[in-house]
């Protein structure tokens, strides 16, 4: 089997799925994030670690009312140990930059179902707050909306984990590390499966 540094051209897979309080990564606060790494070799790529934070509002988001009822978060509810934006970030950027040293690749590149909508919370909260050293790619991602579509002919999250033979919990649905980790048994179930019978360097 070839080492997972040689799929991706050096990129590192790292699922990420974030709760927010809203749709705009500017205005709407990040409220939780998660982060799993892909490990494994071609053919064989499991989540090897994750990562997971609750997220306190930035000073001045603004909490859509809907999108507090959509997930079900109390962004102010003492018992979610919430920390800062800065240190949600410092945590899981310093732990892909080591799962990214350890696997010989270059960087990281973040997976998610609906990944420009993860990676949009993921710069607006890195511009915020000064945190530097950010270990994904810029702009580009691997997106399992696609990635199920094409392999399954569903784009829903649930429905795609469901066509996958994957189990689904609408009580933790919604939920960051509950998505992260679906949304990682996807990913590893599409890119396993297409290369069975095929080679990479």
Wanted: glycine fraction near 8%; charged fraction near 20%.
């Amino acid at each position: 089997m070839a080492a997972l540094a040689g799929r991706f051209r050096g990129f590192l897979p790292v699922v990420v799925d974030v709760e927010t309080a809203g749709f705009d990564p500017e205005r709407n606060a990040l409220l939780e994030v998660a982060a799993i790494i892909i490990g494994g070799e071609v053919g064989q790529l499991k989540p090897v670690a994750s990562h997971h934070f609750h997220v306190m509002p930035f000073t001045g988001a603004v909490l859509d009312p809907a999108a507090l009822a959509f997930t079900g978060i109390d962004p102010f509810q003492p018992l979610r140990g919430a920390v800062s934006e800065e240190e949600a970030l410092r945590g899981i950027f310093r732990a892909i930059r080591t799962a990214v040293k350890a696997a010989q690749c270059r960087r990281a590149i973040l997976v998610g179902h609906n990944a420009a909508f993860d990676l949009s919370f993921i710069k607006a909260a890195e511009k915020r707050s000064g945190v530097k050293n950010n270990p994904f790619h810029l702009f580009s991602t691997f997106d399992t909306v696609s990635l199920a579509g094409l392999a399954y002919g569903e784009t829903v999250l649930a429905k795609a984990a469901l066509a996958a033979g994957l189990s689904w919990d609408h009580e933790q649905a919604h939920s960051a590390l509950y998505d992260a980790r679906q949304t990682a048994e996807l990913f590893c179930k599409i890119v396993n499966g297409f290369d069975l019978n095929r080679e990479y360097p």
